[in-house]
Every structure is written in C-alpha cells, then in structure tokens.
C-alpha cells in the first residue's frame, strides 16, 4: 500500500522532537578559561545543576563533568605555578628580545641570499659582465647540462 505525497512522515517511537522539525547546526568549540572554570565549580559546589551549568557556558555535559573531576586543587596549582597562564595563549614570549631581533634579520639575510638557479639567467641579464657574473654564467651552463635538477638545488650569491 503507497501512502499519498501529502503524508507528513512519522515521526520515531521514542523521538521526544519530529525529526523534520529540528535544525542541523553545528555547535561550535568553545574553549573555557581558568576563570571560567573555577566558577564552574564553586557553583557545582554551591549546588547548581550540571545541565544549567553546561548550558551558560555553551558546553557539553562531559566538559562540565571533565571540569568537576579535575577539581578545583589542580587548577589552582597549575595558575601559581603559571602566573601568565590568566588566558589561553598560542604563543609564548621570549625572555631575550635582542636575541630574537637578531635571529628574525639572519633568516630575513639569509632568505634573500639564497636565489633559485632558474633565476640566475634573468639575474646575469641585469648585473653586467663582471667576473662574479661569469662565474654565476658558467654554473647556470654546467646545470643545464642535466647533472642538477634546477628546481632544487639552489645557489648562495653573496655580493
């Protein structure tokens, strides 16, 4: 027996919701700081229920759960051993500025230094013909001869 087009589907024996009527969405990942979830769990203390708790945190019921088992006493230990620690940080600074300027204006030399052998031929066209440029000329030569893969050795060119 075919049922009409006009039908609306049944809905499941034990759906609380009509599966028509529900929004796929995605939720998206929210990520609690220390703060956060200290408050989580002086209010789990204080006798707040987990459901609500997840629900203003925008959380699942595990992470509260995960938050509670944890407890509060490695939380607390982890923030004074970790005084910066107060919100979530990808990176870290360093201790020696100066070192780290030096470093960043070495890879800034060292990238412009190094030039593809590809570009060689565009790069003797605008010098000139000095004996560096020779040189350079005859390396290209030499390369085009097969016994290198232009595309991956590379030249250090200091002038």
């Given at each position: 027996?075919?049922?009409?087009?006009?039908?609306?589907?049944?809905?499941?024996?034990?759906?609380?919701?009509?599966?028509?009527?529900?929004?796929?969405?995605?939720?998206?990942?929210?990520?609690?700081?220390?703060?956060?979830?200290?408050?989580?769990?002086?209010?789990?203390?204080?006798?707040?229920?987990?459901?609500?708790?997840?629900?203003d945190n925008m959380v699942g019921l595990s992470t509260?759960?995960?938050?509670?088992?944890?407890?509060?006493?490695?939380?607390?230990?982890?923030?004074?051993?970790?005084?910066?620690?107060?919100?979530?940080?990808?990176?870290?600074?360093?201790?020696?500025?100066?070192?780290?300027?030096?470093?960043?204006?070495?890879?800034?030399?060292?990238?412009?230094?190094?030039?593809?052998?590809?570009?060689?031929?565009?790069?003797?066209?605008?010098?000139?013909?000095?004996e560096q440029v020779q040189a350079l000329f005859d390396?290209?030569?030499?390369?085009?001869?097969?016994?290198?893969?232009?595309?991956?050795?590379?030249?250090?060119?200091?002038?």
């Open positions: 027996m075919t049922r009409p087009m006009y039908q609306v589907p049944n809905a499941r024996k034990n759906a609380s919701k009509k599966v028509i009527d529900t929004p796929i969405a995605k939720r998206k990942k929210v990520v609690l700081n220390f703060v956060q979830r200290e408050e989580i769990i002086t209010k789990k203390k204080n006798g707040h229920c987990s459901k609500k708790l997840a629900l509260i759960y995960d938050i509670i088992a944890k407890g509060s006493a490695k939380l607390s230990k982890f923030r004074t051993d970790n005084p910066d620690s107060a919100i979530r940080c990808t990176f870290k600074t360093s201790n020696y500025p100066l070192l780290d300027e030096a470093l960043n204006l070495w890879f800034y030399q060292v990238k412009k230094a190094v030039i593809l052998c590809t570009q060689l031929s565009d790069l003797i066209h605008k010098i000139g013909g000095s390396l290209q030569v030499f390369l085009r001869n097969g016994q290198f893969e232009a595309s991956t050795y590379q030249s250090t060119i200091s002038f």
